[in-house]
DNA sequence: CATTATTCTTGGATCGATTCAAATTTCCGC
DNA sequence: GCGGAAATTTGAATCGATCCAAGAATAATG
C-alpha cells in the first residue's frame, strides 16, 4: 500500500524512542503504558523525545499481540453489512448490544459472511474476543463458520436445534398463542397464516404434509402455537392457508395474492414478523379492505415501525433491546460455559386487530 | 505427568501444528495462506494435523502484525454507539459506508469517543486502518484525538474550518437559500429560524450581535443562506428571531415558545435540521396549529423519517448516502492526499410547506 | 560510612504469525 | 548415474509492543 504522505517509509516505532532517548524498550514502554513507575525525569524526557519524533504512541497492533485481548465483539450475520442500519429489528438489537458496550467501554466491529471467503474481513479474520450472530438465515452455515474460529459466541434469533451453542431466544410457541387467541376471542374464525421460511429460499402455499417439517424451529414452532389455539376455538386447521414467504415484500404479496383469491377470504391474518405484517397492511389497504374492520392483522417481533404504522400494529412483542444487552455481556463475561436463555414476549395490542366482521 | 498449567488449554498455535507435522514454520504457514506452493502430500499430512489438534486456523492477531492491514474502518462519533442505530442521520449514512464496505470486503468498526482515555476501546485503541468521523458535536475534540493516531481520516458533517484534514462536506450556504426562496415565492413574509449551536452547549435567542459569531461553520452558513434570500425579498433579517437549539426536543421546544410567544408570530420556520424540523411539527399540531395551513416548514438533512411524518415533510436533503459511500472509498484508497469534496443538495418540496396564510 | 531497603532500569523472552533468501529435494533428459 | 533446472522446504528475521526476573542506582538506616 501506499505509504503515508511523507517520503519517509515506517512508521515511528517505540523502539525508535527508546534509543532516541537513550533508555531501553522496556523503559520506553512504560513511559507510556505505565508511567507511574518511571522516574519523573526519564519519563519527561522520554515523552519529548516521541513528541519531537512525532511518535503516534504504542501502536495497538503490536499491543494486542501480547495482550491477546482486542476488547470488542463482532456481530456476525449473513445479510451484507448495510443490514445492521436499515432492518429495523436489528436495529433495536444493535441499540442494546451498543448499550451494553458502552457500558463496559467494549468496541463493536461488524462482520458480513455474505459471500464468505472472498472478503477480507470476515468471520475467520475479524480481530474481535467473540461473536454474536444475528442467525437470520443461512443459520446453520453462519454457526459452523464461527465454530470453527474458536471464541466465544452466541446464537441470536436462532431458528435451529443445536444445544451446544450458547443462544438466546423467545418463547415462539407462547407468543404465536397469544397472537392467535386473541384474535379467536375477537370473533375470527377463518385465519390464514405468513409464514416465515421453512427452508431457505422456498416460498410458496405450503402443503398439509409439509406442515410439521419445518427445518427453521422457529417457524415450526410459530406455526404450532397458531395451530394449537385455533384448534381450541374449534377451528380445522388442515383448512388454514399457511403461505411461506422469505420475509420481504415480493412473496409476501405473491401470498396475499394467494391467500385472498379464494372464495371465503380470511378475516385475520396471522402473520410471524412485523416486517410481513406491515407489507400487508399496505397490501390491503391498496386494494381497499379496511384494517381491521375487514381483515384483523397481527404481526410478530415488535419493531418501532409498527407501532408508527397507520393502523398501528397489533403485535407479539420481543424484548429485543434486552436480548441484545444480554447476548453483549454473555460475550463480555465469558466464562467458559454454554448459556441458553429463552425470553418472555408480550402480546401489544394496538389498532390493526378488531372484532371479526360479521358475515 | 501432565503438563504445569493443564487446566488453561493455551490454543494451538501454527508452531504446534508445525512441530507435531514435522515440517518448519514456514511450510507449516504456507499450508494455510498459501497452500498451492506447498507439495499436496505434505499439505495434507499439516492440515490433517491441525484438524486432529483442533487448530482454529493462523491467529488474525499474529497475521496482523505482521501484515500491518487490518481490512476495517473505524467510524467514531463523540456520542454513545447507539447512536450509530437510533440517529435517522447516521443510520443512512452507515448504510453508505456499509455498501462501500461490502464493495471491498472491509469491515466496519464502530468506535465511541464519548469519554475517552477511560474506555478500553477507543480512538487510540481500535484497530482499523483508517477513521471516519462524525464531527457532530465536540468535533474539534474527536479531530485532535484523531490526528494523534496518525492513520488516515475523513470528517463528515464537520462544522469547523481546518483545511488541513481531509472532509467531505455540504454547500450549506445554497441549501439554506433554496429553502428560504422556497418560502419566500410561497409568499412568506414572517420567519423564524431554529438554528443549530452556534457553540457547544449553548441554547436560547441569539441576540442580533452573537450572530455572525457562530464557532460552527455550517451553523453560520446555513444562517448567511437564509438570510442572504431573505434580504432579497424585502425582509428585515434584524426582525428575524433565531433561536439557537441543542438540535433535541427540550431546548426546540423551548425555541418554540419563545418564538410563538410574540404578538406576531412567523408564519414560516426555517429549520437547520429534520429533526427540529419534525419535533416543530408535532408541537404546532398540538398547540392546533396547521401544518403548511398556519405555519409553513423547511428542514434541513433529508432524512427518510421527513417522508414518513404527517405531514411529510419540505427539506433540504443531502446525499447523505452518498457521502457515506465516498467517505469509505476515501479510506479505503487513501493515497496520502488531503482530499476536501463539497456535494450538492437539493429541495425537496413535500406537504409541510403551502402558500402564506392571509392576514 | 557501610549496609540494607527501595526505587528504577535493563534486556531477553514472548505474543503468533509471515516472509524471503538460501538450502535441499525432486525431476528430467541424456 | 549425472548435471542442472524447477519445485519445495527451511529457519532466521521481522512485525511492535509488554512482561518480568535480575541488576543498578538511589535512599534510608544504624
Redesign the interface.
Known amino acids: 500500500?501506499?505509504?503515508?504522505?511523507e517520503g519517509q517509509a515506517r512508521?515511528i516505532r517505540l523502539a525508535d524512542i527508546a534509543k532516541a532517548a537513550g533508555v531501553s524498550h522496556g523503559t520506553a514502554s512504560n513511559v507510556f503504558s505505565r508511567p507511574e513507575i518511571v522516574r519523573q525525569e526519564v519519563r519527561e524526557r522520554v515523552k519529548a523525545v516521541a513528541e519531537a519524533m512525532?511518535y503516534?504512541?504504542p501502536d495497538?497492533?503490536?499491543?494486542?499481540?501480547r495482550a491477546?485481548k482486542?476488547?470488542?465483539i463482532g456481530v456476525g450475520t449473513t445479510e451484507?453489512?448495510?443490514y445492521?442500519?436499515?432492518d429495523p429489528f436489528a436495529?433495536?438489537m444493535?441499540?442494546g448490544i451498543?448499550?451494553a458496550?458502552?457500558a463496559?467501554?467494549?468496541?463493536?466491529?461488524?462482520?458480513?459472511a455474505?459471500n464468505d471467503e472472498?472478503?477480507?474481513?470476515?468471520i475467520?479474520?475479524?480481530?474481535v474476543d467473540g461473536f454474536i450472530l444475528f442467525c437470520i438465515e443461512g443459520g446453520p452455515r453462519l454457526v459452523e463458520l464461527t465454530r470453527?474460529?474458536?471464541l466465544p459466541f452466541v446464537a441470536l434469533a436462532i431458528g435451529f436445534d443445536d444445544d451446544t451453542i450458547s443462544m438466546i431466544g423467545i418463547d415462539n410457541v407462547a407468543g404465536s398463542r397469544l397472537a392467535a387467541r386473541h384474535l379467536g376471542e375477537l370473533g375470527h374464525r377463518r385465519f390464514a397464516v405468513l409464514s416465515l421460511p421453512f427452508v431457505d429460499d422456498s416460498t410458496g402455499l405450503v402443503t398439509p404434509e409439509r406442515l410439521g417439517t419445518a427445518l427453521y424451529t422457529a417457524t415450526r414452532d410459530r406455526l404450532a402455537g397458531y395451530f394449537e389455539e385455533l384448534s381450541r376455538f374449534g377451528i380445522d386447521t388442515n383448512k388454514v392457508p399457511v403461505y411461506e414467504t422469505g420475509n420481504e415484500e415480493t412473496s409476501t404479496k405473491a401470498g396475499l395474492e394467494t391467500i385472498f383469491a379464494g372464495a371465503e377470504p380470511p378475516t385475520a391474518i396471522l402473520a410471524m414478523s412485523d416486517r410481513m405484517a406491515l407489507i400487508a397492511i399496505e397490501w390491503l389497504t391498496a386494494r381497499g379492505l379496511k384494517v381491521p374492520e375487514d381483515v384483523s392483522i397481527v404481526g410478530f417481533d415488535g419493531v418501532p415501525e409498527g407501532a408508527?404504522c397507520d393502523p398501528p400494529l397489533t403485535t407479539i412483542a420481543q424484548p429485543i433491546a434486552e436480548i441484545g444487552r444480554r447476548a453483549a455481556r454473555m460475550i463480555l463475561d465469558y466464562d467458559g460455559a454454554v448459556r441458553r436463555e429463552t425470553m418472555g414476549v408480550e402480546l401489544v395490542v394496538r389498532a390493526s386487530t378488531g372484532p371479526a366482521p360479521r358475515t
Not at 60 to 65: A, E, H, I, Q, T
Open positions: 500500500m501506499a505509504s503515508p504522505i512508521p512525532g503516534a504512541g495497538p497492533k503490536g499491543r494486542l499481540l491477546g482486542v476488547n470488542a451484507p453489512l448495510s445492521f442500519f436499515e436495529r433495536v444493535m441499540a451498543s448499550q458496550c458502552d463496559t467501554g467494549a468496541g463493536i466491529a461488524l462482520v458480513s455474505q472472498k472478503l477480507a474481513w470476515n475467520q479474520s475479524a480481530l470453527e474460529r474458536r408508527l
